[in-house]
């Protein structure tokens, strides 16, 4: 069974802090994608990555980096998290189709709040 | 007016109503997705189509090309079909995917 796995359900972290989310999918797909999901604002891409160590600004990059050191795992940081980056993050992979994005598959989702 | 857009916004429908999602794009795309998100859950991918019909148990997915439209049909529909449908579309340009706004579909028994 295909897998996309977000290393924390719940975080909860102080403003300032650092911080990482972590995603591993297991179906050795290309594209790797984070996103956050806000009410009213549906899903928002911030950074994707389409091979490894390679990665492109989305939507809404700022107050954030990325990491993609292997091909499976890609790591989403929070340098000095905000109380404005509370949010649902959702990962997501796909393999290449005719070098296009392929079918999505997501994580459960890791719901940060900042106090 | 946004890339992709859905109607409608939300649809509350009786037990065994045949349901219709609407999805209008105005980019160039490769395929477009259909996607179901229940609440407090994760994102589902349900189709994935770049040309005429496609069909997973009771739901449809259908895309015109030409006229930049998908729709997503529901047939007798049942309350856990109660989520919320997204589609999305890639940019031919880069990897980029459009997300529509997402409609709201409850189901009441």
């Known amino acids: 069974d295909v897998k996309v796995t977000q290393s924390s359900r719940y975080l909860v972290k102080r403003t300032g802090e650092k911080v990482f989310l972590e995603c591993v999918q297991d179906?050795?797909?290309?594209?790797m994608f984070w996103y956050r999901q806000d009410p009213g604002l549906g899903l928002r891409l911030i950074y994707f990555?389409?091979?490894?160590?390679?990665?492109e600004k989305g939507d809404i990059p700022e107050g954030y980096s990325v990491s993609r050191e292997k091909k499976e795992r890609f790591s989403l940081i929070l340098e000095s998290a905000s109380t404005n980056q509370t949010s649902m993050y959702l990962c997501?992979?796909?393999?290449?189709?005719?070098?296009?994005?392929?079918?999505?598959?997501f994580g459960e989702g890791s719901r940060l709040t900042v106090l | 007016k946004n890339e992709v857009e859905q109607s409608p916004q939300n649809l509350t429908a009786q037990e065994g109503e045949f349901i219709t999602i609407n999805c209008s794009y105005s980019?160039?795309?490769?395929?477009l997705h259909w996607l179901q998100q229940h609440p407090g859950g994760g994102i589902v991918s349900l189709f994935m189509?770049?040309?005429?019909?496609k069909k997973h148990g009771r739901l449809i997915a259908t895309i015109n090309i030409q006229e930049k439209h998908s729709s997503l049909h529901i047939t007798a529909s049942h309350p856990r079909d109660s989520a919320v449908y997204i589609c999305?579309?890639?940019?031919?340009?880069?990897?980029?995917?459009?997300w529509g706004a997402g409609t709201k579909l409850i189901i009441k028994p």
């Open positions: 980019v160039g795309i490769s395929a």
């Open positions: 990555s389409y091979d490894v160590k390679m990665k």
């Open positions: 997501a992979s796909s393999p290449l189709a005719g070098g296009y994005t392929g079918e999505l598959f």
């Open positions: 189509l770049s040309s005429g019909k």
């Open positions: 179906m050795d797909h290309e594209n």
């Open positions: 999305a579309a890639p940019r031919t340009s880069n990897y980029q995917l459009i």
